[in-house]
Each structure stands twice: as C-alpha cells, then as structure tokens.
C-alpha cells in the first residue's frame, strides 16, 4: 500500500503585487508595491498617490531630435560669439590662463550657458551630471526646479541618508523630502539642501566631479544670508544645521583652519537661538517665541541640532586643547535644559518620546540602554571635562597651587570614563553587517580620552618617588587603552573591505572606507601615535602596533584631510615628538 504523498503546497507568493505602479514611483524610477490605497513610497514622502491608467507613448516625439539638434547649432554659435568678445576684453595672461586650463580639461568635456544674457551679476553655479562621466554646469537662478534634474535630486538625497546622516543624525528624513519638493523654498533651505548635497557627494565616488562646487555655492549662499538679515531674531535652525554640515565638510577635505572656523559659526548661531534651554519650563520669553508652537518633530530635530554642536565642539577641542565654546553651565541656568535626543526609530517614526536630561544621565551608573548618539554625548561631554580639567590644572600650576582639587577632580573623571568604557564594550561587538561609525568612533575616543588623561598627569605631577608609581600605572594603563584602539582601527579595515565587497561597484578603495568611519576617527588614532612615540620603553612591539596606526591614516588620507594632516607629522623628520605638542591648524 502506498503513502499518501505530501499535501499540495500553495504556490509561491508572487515578488510584487500586480496592477499598475504609481505616478510618483514612475516619476521617481523606484519600484513600486502597489499598496493600496497609498504604497510605500508615497507614505513616507507624504505625497498624494495617483496610479494613472492610461501611459504616454515612449520615445521622442517626431521632429524632436531635429529641434535639438538646430537649438544645440544656435547655442554653439551664440557661445562663440560670447566667447570672441570676452576673449577680446581679457587681459593677455588671462588668456593664457584659459587656455591652458582649456588643454587640461578639455573644452568638449565642460559647456557653460548663461541662463541670464547681459546680465553682469555673478550668480551661483548650480552642478548637474547626467552620467558618470559627463559634466554639465549651467548659471541659473538659485530657486529654478531645471537645474538639477529630479533623478538626480533623489540620488543626493538618498545618498546623504545612507551615509552621512550615520554620523550627523540631525533631519528628519520624511519631513526633508516634504519641504524638499516644494517650488518655492526659502534662502536657509536652499543652503541646507547644498551642504547635505556637497558632504554626500564627498563621500561618492560617482558624484566626485560636483563636490567642490555645490560647497563653494553653499557656503557663499550660508555667508550672502548673513549679510541680508542680521536681526537676531531672524536665525533659522536649517542655517545651523547647514554650518554643522559644512564643518564636516571642511575637516575632511578642506582644512582644519577652515572646519574651526566654521564650527565657531555653527556654535555661535545655536547659542544664539538659546538651543540649550529648549525644555527649559521657567523660560517664557523662549516659550513666547515660538518653541511652543512647535510639534514634536521640529523640537527634536532642534535638540538634535544642539547636541550636535555640543559635541562638535569637544571633539574639535581634544587634540589641540583648546578652549570650549558651549560649556554645561550656561549663562542664565546652572545646567543645559534640552533634554537628550530620542532613538533614532522614534525619531524617524515620529513617535514623542521625551528622553532624560544630561545631568541625569551622567548621575546614573547605568547607561547601557541609551541609544549610539546619547552614547556619543557622553564621551564628548567626558572630553570636555578633561579639557577643562587639563586647563585649570595649568592655571593652578601657574599660580603655585601644584595640588589643589588636581587628585580629587583627576579621580573622578577617572571613574566616569572607566565606567563608561565598559559599558561601551560590552555594547560594541565587532559587527559582521554594518557597522555603526558613531559607535565606533565613540568606542575609540574613550580609550583616547584615558590616553589625554596621562598626558595631564604626566605635565603637572611633580617627580616624586611617590607619584612616579601613580604615573607608572597610569601608562600601564594606557598601553592597554591604546591597544585598543589598534584594535579598533585593525576592525575597521576589515568592516570596510566587507562593505566594499558588498558594493560590487568599485575595488577596494579608500572612498569605500570614508562612510564606515566616522570623519573625526584620526583625532583618536592620533592621539594613539603620540603615545606610542613618546612611550617606546613600555612595549616591545610598540613598532608594528604604531605601523597600523599610520596604515589606518593612510587608508583614510585620500578622503579625510585630518587623516593627511596627522600623518604628515608622524611620517616627518623627528617623528619621535612630531605629533606631541603640535597644533594642527596653525
């Protein structure tokens, strides 16, 4: 007798639902779900969703490759023209100038049209591509919906929340691509837009070709805004934002002068905005304002901002130790009143959720569950003590007070980081998918800030047999600590030859590595070095350990300028006290 076969399986679901898909999802070239009443796309951009039955015929319609072809003659022979008699106004250098630029470039690979003839205002450029290798650039008007093609609009856009907004989690992405499609957007919008657009394109290898002129214009737009209106009350949060992104900008590809200096803007506007007491209750002069009026989204994407900056400035701050721009103790209240960003899942999802303040969660010996960007917070605000710490030590040194509060302020920043640290190991497991960079960096930087406490502890201690065993230990400790950190950094390049083998577009190259890590990872590698150089008597093999601190610099050179500069002086003559006492900047 037979067995009864196997039950008939259903058959397979199919990949996507059937009918038509959306206009929008047309428009957009995405694929579409075919959700009903609205599908996916739709849903998270916040658009109408209409499914058109009936479809335009493809292809050009006739006779329109022959207008092409007469417009392109007309424009050619309008350009000659324009050409022949700025040629004949122009100085002879100059002309030398551009014709050598010319045989560099070469004039068939770049077109210029003027969108305003006659007009004699300089206007900014605004780049678009339409492939890989071709480069367009037209002169129109700021706010013209033609000059950027939408397609490639929705590639920036979704490039920046694929790679930047990792590290600078500061927008809302569905409440950007609500504001982002309307015709008429204000100035700080337009600037905001730019330098999400020139950061993300920095971190492309298919964008490379439009990275410096979307930042030049964006920051001439950011500087052009402030001179218009310098009415205090006139600051909108999206030009904050905009310097924050610049800033980020500037320290990988520009120079750290350049990142200071716009960094000193970002902190300036959002202490101009009072950004630091936004939950601040008893204020009724910034409730009046307006932050009452505001949902929850705007007010997180505000304390976002904040803290943003807040930690902007210590990172900066660490490796020259300069002094602070936004301290916890503020003009008109004993502690930062706006409370600490929500997880990333809520804040996307719109979900109010009020987190702790600071002050709360530093008092707390448990923050094991806070999210990677409170995390990241916490160590920068640990950076900043020690800051302050190393600052005053030297101003009671000065005034003779060798002592003072020195063992009992230098202990209990001891404590918190060291708490810290474990509570960061035991959240950071060396990932197999994807990596967080803000974790990692944040992982990193707490070994460094052990490293940064020795180099206090060593410059005030006096050379007594008593405390030379208090330094000793110290430095046993931050062998350990800088172990790590090559660690770290030996983790890091195998998550990036994972991701660039999951990228299947480019080979392993040093573009792939810039969106794993985070843009200020050379600051701890850095401070790594200079321990090394300068403790070659605690570890034999110090050699090989500094050689892949100046392998993950030179990974990191091509794409981040901190990288390039950190390694110039490591690889420069003297290297043994190259990076120690140096000002990167000056």
């Given at each position: 007798?037979?067995?009864?076969?196997?039950?008939?399986?259903?058959?397979?679901?199919?990949?996507q639902?059937?009918?038509?898909?959306?206009?929008?999802?047309?428009?957009r070239?995405?694929?579409?779900?075919?959700?009903?009443?609205?599908?996916?796309?739709?849903?998270?951009?916040?658009?109408?969703?209409?499914?058109?039955?009936?479809?335009?015929?493809?292809?050009?319609?006739?006779?329109?490759?022959?207008?092409?072809?007469?417009?392109?003659?007309?424009?050619?022979?309008?350009?000659?023209?324009?050409?022949?008699?700025?040629?004949?106004?122009?100085?002879?250098?100059?002309?030398?100038?551009?014709?050598?630029l010319?045989?560099?470039?070469?004039?068939?690979?770049?077109?210029?049209?003027?969108?305003?003839?006659?007009?004699?205002?300089?206007?900014?450029?605004?780049?678009?591509?339409?492939?890989?290798?071709?480069?367009?650039?037209?002169?129109?008007?700021?706010?013209?919906?033609?000059?950027?093609?939408?397609?490639?609009?929705?590639?920036?856009?979704?490039?920046?929340?694929?790679?930047?907004?990792?590290?600078?989690?500061?927008?809302?992405?569905?409440?950007?691509?609500?504001?982002?499609?309307?015709?008429?957007?204000?100035?700080?919008?337009?600037?905001?837009?730019?330098?999400?657009?020139?950061?993300?394109?920095?971190?492309?290898?298919?964008?490379?070709?439009?990275?410096?002129?979307?930042?030049?214009?964006?920051?001439?737009?950011?500087?052009?805004?402030?001179?218009?209106?310098?009415?205090?009350?006139?600051?909108?949060?999206?030009?904050?934002?905009?310097?924050?992104?610049?800033?980020?900008?500037?320290?990988?590809?520009?120079?750290?002068?350049?990142?200071?200096?716009?960094?000193?803007?970002?902190?300036?506007?959002v202490?101009?905005?009072?950004?630091?007491?936004?939950d601040?209750?008893?204020?009724?002069?910034?409730?009046?304002?307006?932050?009452?009026?505001?949902?929850?989204?705007?007010?997180?994407?505000?304390?976002?901002?904040?803290?943003?900056?807040?930690?902007?400035?210590?990172?900066?701050?660490?490796?020259?130790?300069?002094?602070?721009?936004?301290?916890?103790?503020?003009?008109?209240?004993?502690?930062?009143?706006?409370?600490l960003?929500?997880?990333?899942?809520?804040?996307?999802?719109?979900?109010?959720?009020?987190?702790?303040?600071?002050?709360?969660?530093?008092?707390?010996?448990?923050?094991?569950?806070?999210s990677?960007?409170?995390?990241?917070?916490?160590?920068a605000?640990?950076?900043?003590?020690?800051?302050?710490?190393?600052?005053?030590?030297?101003?009671?040194?000065?005034?003779?007070?060798?002592?003072?509060?020195?063992?009992?302020?230098?202990?209990?920043?001891?404590?918190?980081?060291?708490?810290?640290?474990?509570?960061?190991?035991?959240?950071?497991?060396?990932?197999?998918?994807?990596?967080?960079?803000?974790?990692?960096?944040?992982?990193?930087?707490?070994?460094?800030?052990?490293?940064y406490?020795?180099?206090?502890?060593?410059?005030?201690?006096?050379?007594?047999?008593e405390?030379?065993?208090?330094?000793?230990?110290?430095?046993?400790?931050?062998?350990?600590?800088?172990?790590?950190?090559?660690?770290?950094?030996?983790?890091?390049?195998?998550?990036?030859?994972?991701?660039?083998?999951?990228?299947?577009?480019?080979?392993?190259?040093?573009?792939?590595?810039?969106?794993?890590?985070?843009?200020?990872?050379?600051?701890?590698?850095?401070?790594?070095?200079?321990?090394?150089?300068?403790?070659?008597?605690?570890?034999?093999?110090?050699?090989?350990?500094?050689?892949?601190?100046?392998?993950?610099?030179?990974?990191?050179?091509?794409?981040?300028?901190?990288?390039?500069?950190?390694?110039?002086?490591?690889e420069?003559?003297?290297?043994?006290?190259?990076?120690?006492?140096?000002?990167?900047?000056?």
């Amino acid at each position: 007798m037979l067995a009864p076969g196997p039950p008939n399986k259903s058959p397979p679901s199919a990949r996507q639902k059937p009918g038509l898909a959306c206009d929008e999802c047309r428009r957009r070239k995405l694929r579409c779900d075919r959700e009903q009443p609205q599908c996916g796309v739709c849903y998270e951009t916040g658009t109408v969703c209409n499914t058109s039955a009936l479809r335009p015929p493809r292809g050009p319609k006739k006779g329109h490759f022959k207008a092409l072809r007469t417009r392109i003659d007309v424009l050619e022979h309008r350009l000659v023209e324009q050409q022949a008699v700025r040629t004949a106004d122009r100085p002879s250098g100059e002309i030398a100038s551009k014709q050598a630029l010319d045989g560099v470039l070469g004039v068939d690979n770049i077109t210029r049209l003027d969108a305003s003839i006659g007009s004699h205002e300089e206007q900014p450029r605004v780049p678009w591509s339409g492939s890989n290798s071709d480069t367009e650039i037209c002169s129109l008007d700021l706010h013209s919906d033609d000059c950027i093609p939408d397609l490639i609009r929705a590639d920036l856009d979704q490039l920046y929340f694929e790679r930047v907004h990792l590290f600078v989690p500061i927008l809302h992405r569905r409440r950007y691509l609500s504001w982002a499609k309307q015709p008429d957007q204000g100035t700080s919008q337009t600037c905001l837009q730019y330098a999400m657009w020139a950061l993300a394109t920095s971190l492309s290898a298919q964008f490379q070709h439009i990275r410096d002129i979307l930042y030049r214009d964006s920051k001439r737009m950011l500087e052009a805004l402030e001179l218009e209106d310098d009415r205090m009350e006139s600051v909108d949060i999206k030009q904050a934002q905009a310097w924050i992104l610049l800033t980020f900008y500037e320290f990988m590809r520009t120079s750290h002068r350049r990142g200071w200096n716009s960094a000193g803007r970002a902190l300036r506007l959002v202490q101009l905005m009072r950004l630091y007491e936004i939950d601040n209750a008893d204020n009724t002069g910034l409730q009046q304002g307006g932050v009452a009026h505001m949902d929850w989204i705007e007010l997180e994407e505000r304390r976002r901002t904040f803290w943003m900056a807040y930690s902007l400035d210590r990172f900066v701050s660490l490796r020259n130790g300069w002094p602070l721009t936004i301290h916890e103790q503020v003009a008109s209240v004993d502690q930062i009143s706006t409370r600490l960003p929500a997880s990333e899942m809520e804040f996307q999802s719109g979900h109010a959720v009020l987190a702790g303040f600071l002050s709360e969660v530093m008092g707390t010996s448990d923050s094991s569950n806070t999210s990677s960007f409170t995390q990241y917070i916490i160590l920068a605000t640990i950076c900043g003590r020690c800051i302050c710490h190393m600052q005053q030590s030297t101003v009671e040194r000065l005034y003779g007070q060798v002592f003072g509060d020195f063992w009992q302020r230098h202990q209990w920043l001891e404590a918190i980081l060291t708490q810290q640290t474990q509570v960061l190991s035991l959240q950071y497991l060396l990932p197999s998918e994807r990596v967080d960079p803000m974790l990692l960096f944040t992982n990193m930087i707490s070994h460094a800030a052990f490293l940064y406490l020795t180099k206090i502890i060593e410059s005030v201690s006096p050379e007594t047999s008593e405390h030379q065993s208090t330094i000793m230990e110290y430095e046993k400790r931050s062998l350990l600590a800088a172990q790590q950190i090559v660690h770290l950094a030996r983790a890091l390049s195998q998550v990036s030859c994972f991701k660039a083998g999951l990228s299947c577009c480019l080979d392993a190259s040093p573009i792939l590595i810039v969106y794993q890590a985070h843009p200020f990872t050379p600051i701890p590698l850095s401070l790594c070095a200079e321990f090394f150089t300068t403790h070659r008597d605690l570890d034999e093999p110090y050699g090989l350990q500094l050689q892949e601190i100046s392998e993950a610099l030179r990974d990191l050179r091509s794409v981040n300028h901190l990288a390039e500069d950190y390694l110039h002086l490591l690889e420069s003559d003297g290297s043994d006290h190259a990076l120690t006492g140096h000002t990167i900047g000056e």
